[in-house]
């Protein structure tokens, strides 16, 4: 057999260089026609490493990183592929700390095997999920996903199960899947790595989900900053249709199941589900107002299950081990594993899976190091862009939905954004308004104005124009952001305001900038809108 | 009476036997399931804060200001989206809920103009309600962010204005234009804070918009405003009335201030229009006060003299006489009269009776000769009685729509727009039409097969639908055994059943692929309720008759009748078509369709009236212009018709009237007939009387005047003056009091009376013991002739065939912004879409002619010829062509046959041979139209006249 080097087809890797690295290993296999083939698989999850390279030896998987295509002829020269030493040897791969001190559950294949092998998956326990599946009853499975605890990864952490079951219960000749892969927070990149490095497991887990409540039919609603997960997406659902595992009869079950990327047009808003749904139908990206729940009236009308990637992908893991090994990882109410993205001002960003429970200190400094700047952390702001600003005194909140939601804070989908001790936390709240406005799809009220207004009355505080009565109207605004409006992007926005308001109150208080450091604010203009 | 608010419940009715009892604000209150919060507070008597709501449009919760608590609940939900549950507690005041309510709006008015942010009294918007609802006093942002108050106005439209500096971006006109109106011109470009209303990013005039007026109601800021409401200011006073254009019947709020219109706002409760309109009744009503509108009697010796004005007494009293002169010489047969669809059913009813009465014959006919006669005569035989099966809602019950030589979009768009609603929630939908009208293909409607059919054959393809219908097995037995007669039954089977009405024996004739025809006669008899909706491509063919029977026998044999969602609709034309004819304009009918030589009937009228009256038919309209061109018919009254320009033939028509000696028009302007009329009336606009008309669905609703006579009398007060004149006595102080009269005349309007009818909004015929509240849905349980009868129906091709000299086929029509011959709209902004017809013709005809779009092209038949410009269009077949007869210079029915119907003789304006060729001048008729219509409409000024 011949001697397979492992070079990250994902897209970090790709961005520092690892379709160059790929290239100059197959020139370099070539050249010294050497009994080797370049195999791209998934990312490990820690980005300062790469473009991470392993080597298959009879000791394990040896990586070497972050590697340059430059570096290439040297690391065979240096006998690399006998595991020699060389200024790039990390050892094992699976004994680096980062990889060895997670969890990985759902991502347990990712970056181990060849993404588009179907029998590499397979071999690797794919399917088994599936196989198990297809012996229950649909409420079984679903009696199943709800036992497991697994809640929303998207951010709002509903039940997965409770949303299957009331999409199972609502009778209708047809039903639909839908993946949300329209991962638009700031710091995140779980759905990518595990699209573009583990796809069957999506496939298998809308599978299981379309069989749990009876829907023939899936679509994955990717954003269109995905161009990589997109088309690896199209390759292994080909691959499935091809192998048997789509289609009419899937794995010989007679039963039905047909699955469908599509790209989305650019609008954060269409990570909500409502507005990815309306997206999805081919119209305008705006949100539907809710009651009827997408379980009961989704797509096209139709009872429809709306998860995140990383719910469906840990769809398989649950059935294939059993509800109960899932929900044994995890605190309180918060089951399984959580996968941390890092990033932001941080030493060691990456993905970090890891049962639920771990501190946030636990997560920026045990895995991330610190900041990458090596000066003091000042702020986190995790959960997304509508997460709220934790300061230093609050690292020791656990990573839990309720830990969090107790400090009016947010999970979210996982990311954690790390700031250093020269973030400005006014301007960090003109930026979330700021988001806001850019973002907003303009249906509601409190969003489509109150954003654009929201970074005008910052503005105003920053410049110390009648600052009492502009924080108080801050506050009012914020509130009527928060209950007034339609969804979750208006109505959680005030929270990175409120919090940097909370929390670093002293931003808000300097004196206003001097004249020449002044930036002309937009607000004092009366400027039409083009 | 004062200006009318209607009530907006916020959100639209819900129907469910579930009803679920609920608390607002401490007050319980019961509604049906699925009810929003908002309408069930609004049922209780508490309007709940709202902008983005209208009952008229689907939930959308985006204004934020319709927040409530519910008890037990977390949050402020919309109570526009939540729907009301069992032993709910809902709060819709708390200081809370004032707080988010204020800052709401607070933001709003950050991006509003300052001087439009408070109003009162009648023109107070909803927006400014809601500024003085929450107590808005300050808006702590300033007025100097980011803003669209210098946004430009789009004033294309000639009748309403955007502005984007009050857009308040809620997407009532958005969702109105969808929702309600079904044409979807309007989107929300951008989004955030740069989302705007937009009609497709150009101005309103050039985008897709067609003018309904939906999204300048639903507007709740006038941002999108009437012009007129911007030049006369808000009214004061309100006047329910009905629309005078097509036989939809919409009901409308006339909002006056002092004596002048300022706005028709589409009445919510009228029962055929449910609070929607077109551009012709929303906006097309300029003409009631337009310069050309004739004010003043006139008479002349001959037509080709001018005309003198002179008093009612003088104008009044020159008719009586010259018509008792003619009668003295030439006979009591000598005279007759023409009463009119666009007049009320009481004005009708006296213009027939005055000529029964006073005149002494039963030379009365009307303008449904050219319309829907057929469709009188073919139910009335079919099913007994000469009116469609099903009020307008019906359609919401169908699951297949048949429409057949009909293109309500353009001629009927209110009940377009509800037929297009009904199909976007899923219903089937069949066209048969030469042309492929819009409903083939619009947006989010799509027919499931069109089948364009040559002109001329729909007697064969209805022939070959059946054929289907019966071989295949797809008849109700169960309905035919027990509603219909048997026999006649078989006999039709039999004759339909034949190998020569099937599709494929048919094929070569309709020009329709068999398979497409069988398809469709599939769906028709297996995709639940189907409705047949027909117009004047049915009837206006010399087998027109014979259409509408081969019709109702399909719909029968396959049980579609007599029940919500089935049965055969004639669109009807005009506003008070179907009352014209109700109301005995007929030659051979008294009022209720009773024929002549009934001696019951005519005894009970004779005792009625005090006179005895004719047993014999009188004379349709083309005969009383053949017997004019023979010399034995010299005298016309015609009340509010223009049969120069509508009826086929126009030159033989013109020859005939010119023959008469006494001809008396009484119409709003000097119309085409009015050239060669002695005796010229001036006529009331529907806004200047009272009355009632009858729509397409019998139903009849008030005409309520809105304004004093223009002329100083209503119509009815003019025939009522010439009856007295003629000797025959007639004594009405009120229309109401004509109406009791034919009530206690006609067993059908029994029970109708202006005070029921006030009360109960409108009242659909039959209305009498057995159904005082009216009949929405006829035949049901039994038809009204007792059994249904089958009549056989050979196909017979028309005699008019083209051939090397007319190797086209003219088909004739008309379009959204015009109405018929353009008296009115061509008197109003309207012709900004439509200032002249044109000849469609589809680009390989045009080819092989060499015709380009644009280019002045002859049409000519063997009756006439006209120049006009031609438009290249696909819509069209090869081999057919298609134009509007809205414009008097262009002489359509100059072209046009005198080919008729075989029953009735509806003429056949939909076939006539023609042929197409590049023109350079008018054509002769037209250069003659132009000299004799200067000389025929001078009008010499008497200083002194005395009226």
Known sequence: ???????????????????????????????????????????????????????????????????????????????????????????????????????????????????????????????????????????????????????????????????????????????????????????????????????????EGMTIAGFAVGATSGYIYLRSEYPHAFRQLQRAIAIAYDKGYLGE?????????????????????????????????????????????????????????????????????????????YRDFGMGKSRGTLTIQLAGNIKHGGLVEKAFGLTLREAIYDFGGGTASGRPLRAVQAGGPL???????????????????????????????????SVDLAHQ???????????????????????????????????????????????????????????????????????????????????????SAYRPNRAQETQPWH | MALIRETDYGTPKRISDTLVTLEIDGKPVTVAAGTSVMRAAAEA??????????????????????????????????????????????????????????????????????????GSGNGQTEFQEMVEIVGLREVRYGHTGKNHLHSDKDESNPYFTFDPAMCIVCSRCVRACEEVQGTFALTIDGRGFASVVSAGDKPFIESECVSCGACVQACPTNSLVEKTYIQKGAPDRSVVTTCAYCGVGCSFKAELTNNEVVRMMPFKDGKANHGHSCVKGRFAWGYATHKDRITKPMIRAKFTDPWREVSWEEAIGHAASEFKRIQAKYGRDSIGGITSSRCTNEETYLVQKMIRAAFGNNNTDTCARVCHSPTGYGLKTTLGTSAGTQDFDSVEAADVIVIIGANPTDAHPVFASQMKRRLRKGARLIIVDPRRIDLVKSPHVQADYHLPLLPGTNVAIINALAHVVV???????????????????????????????????????????????????????????????????????????????????????????????????????????????????????????????????????????????????????????????????????????????????????????????????????????????????????????????????????????????????????ATMALSNAMGYPMHYSHPSEIMDEIARLTPTFAGVSFEKIDQLGSVQWPCNDKAPEGTPVMHIGGFVRGKGMFMITEFVPTDERTSGRFPLILTTGRILSQYNVGAQTRRTDNNVWHDMDVLEIHPSDAENRGIKEGDLVSLASRAGDITLPARISERMQPGVVYTTFHHAMTGANVVTTEFSDWATNCPEYKVTAVQVQLARHMSEWQEHYLETRKQTTRIEKESTAND
């Not at chain 1, 497991?148 to 079951?165: D, E």
């Not at chain 1, 005194?393 to 954004?417: C, N, Q, W």
């Not at chain 2, 804060?49 to 200001?65: V, W």
């Not at chain 2, 033939?649 to 013109?654: E, G, L, R």
């Open chain 1, 1 to 203: 057999m011949s001697l397979r080097i492992y070079v990250p087809g994902d897209a970090a890797a790709m961005s520092v260089g690892a379709e160059a690295v790929a290239k100059a290993m197959a020139d370099q296999i070539t050249s010294r026609r050497l009994d080797a083939s370049v195999v791209r698989n998934g990312s490990r999850g820690m980005f300062w490493l790469e473009p991470l390279v392993e080597v298959e030896t009879p000791r394990g998987r040896i990586a070497y990183g972050p590697v340059t295509a430059e570096e290439v002829p040297g690391l065979f020269d240096a006998g690399f592929l006998e595991a020699k030493p060389h200024r790039l040897y990390l050892g094992l791969t699976e004994e680096i700390p980062y990889l060895k001190k997670q969890e990985r559950l759902t991502f347990a294949r990712c970056g181990i095997t060849d993404p588009l092998s179907l029998s590499d998956y397979v071999s690797h326990g794919g399917y088994r999920g599936l196989e198990r599946a297809l012996t229950l009853t649909p409420q079984a499975i679903v009696e199943e996903v709800t036992n497991s605890g697994l809640r929303g990864r998207g951010g709002a952490g509903f039940p997965t199960g409770i949303k299957w079951r009331t999409v199972l219960n609502t009778a209708a000749d047809q039903k639909y899947v839908v993946c949300n892969a329209d991962e638009g927070d700031s710091g995140t990149y779980a759905d990518r790595m595990i699209m573009e490095g583990d796809p069957f497991v999506l496939i």
């Open chain 1, 249 to 325: 009869n899937v794995a010989g079950s007679g039963k039905r199941f047909d699955l469908e990327p599509r790209m989305g047009a650019g609008a954060y808003i269409c990570g909500e589900e409502t507005s990815l749904l309306e997206s999805l139908e081919g119209k305008r990206g705006q949100i539907r107002f809710k009651p009827p729940l997408p379980a009961i009236k989704g797509l096209f009308g139709q009872p429809t299950v709306v998860n995140n990637v990383i719910s469906l992908a840990t769809v398989p893991i649950i059935l294939d081990k059993g509800s109960q090994y």
């Open chain 1, 387 to 421: 997460g709220a600003y934790f300061p230093e005194s609050l690292l020791d909140t656990p990573l839990d939905y309720e830990a969090f939601a107790e400090r009016k804070g947010m999970l979210g989908h996982g990311g954690i954004v790390v700031f250093d001790d």
């Open chain 1, 429 to 515: 709240a003109r930026f979330a308004m700021e988001f806001c406005a850019v973002e907003s799809c303009g249906k509601c009220t409190p969003c489509r104005v109150g954003s654009t207004r929201g970074v005008e009355v910052i503005d105003k505080i920053i410049a110390n124009q009648d600052r009492v009565q502009n924080l108080e109207l801050l506050g009012d605004l914020c509130e009527v952001l928060t209950d007034g409006s339609l969804c979750a992007l208006g109505g959680l926005i005030p929270f990175p305001v409120q919090s940097a308001i909370r929390h670093f109150p002293e931003d808000f208080d300097k004196p206003a900038p001097s004249p």
């Open chain 2, 45 to 118: 008597g508490v309007q709940v804060p709202k902008l983005c709501a209208s009952d008229n449009l689907e939930a959308f919760g985006s204004c934020r200001l319709c927040l409530v608590e519910v008890e037990g609940r977390r949050g402020t939900p919309a109570s526009c989206t939540t729907p009301v549950e069992q032993g709910m507690k809902v709060k819709t005041q708390s200081p809370k809920l004032a707080k988010l309510r204020m800052g709401v709006m607070e933001l709003y008015a950050s991006d509003h103009p300052r001087e439009m942010l408070y």
């Open chain 2, 471 to 717: 071989n295949e097995g797809l008849v109700n037995e169960a309905f035919v055994k027990e509603r219909c007669d048997v026999a006649a039954f078989e006999q039709w089977r039999k004759f339909i059943a034949e190998e020569r009405n099937s599709p494929e024996s048919l094929e070569h004739i309709i020009g329709v692929p068999a398979a497409d025809v069988s398809a469709a006669a599939r769906l028709y008899a297996t995709g639940g309720n189907a409705a047949i909706y027909y117009g004047l491509g049915v009837t206006e063919h010399s087998q027109g008759s014979t259409m509408v029977m081969g019709m109702a026998n399909l719909a029968m044999a396959t049980g579609n009748m007599g029940r919500k969602g089935v049965g055969i609709s004639p669109l009807r034309g005009q506003n008070n078509v179907q009352g014209s004819c109700d109301m005995g304009s007929f030659p051979h009918e008294f009022p209720g369709y009773r024929h002549v030589s009934d001696s019951a009937v005519r005894e009970q009228f004779e005792k009625a009236w005090h006179v005895s009256l004719q047993s014999e038919p009188g004379l349709r309209i083309p005969n009383m212009i053949d017997a004019a061109v023979d010399g034995t018919f010299k005298g016309i009254y015609v009340q509010g018709e223009d049969i120069v320009q509508s009826d086929p033939n126009t030159q033989h028509i013109s020859t005939g009237l010119a023959a008469m000696e006494c001809v008396v028009v009484q119409d709003l302007f000097l119309n085409e007939t009015a050239s060669y009329a002695h005796v010229f009336l001036p006529g009331s606009s529907f806004l200047e009387k009272d009355g009632t008309f009858t729509n397409a669905e019998r139903r009849i609703s008030r005409v309520r005047k809105a304004i004093e006579p223009l002329g100083g009398l209503a119509d009815w007060e």
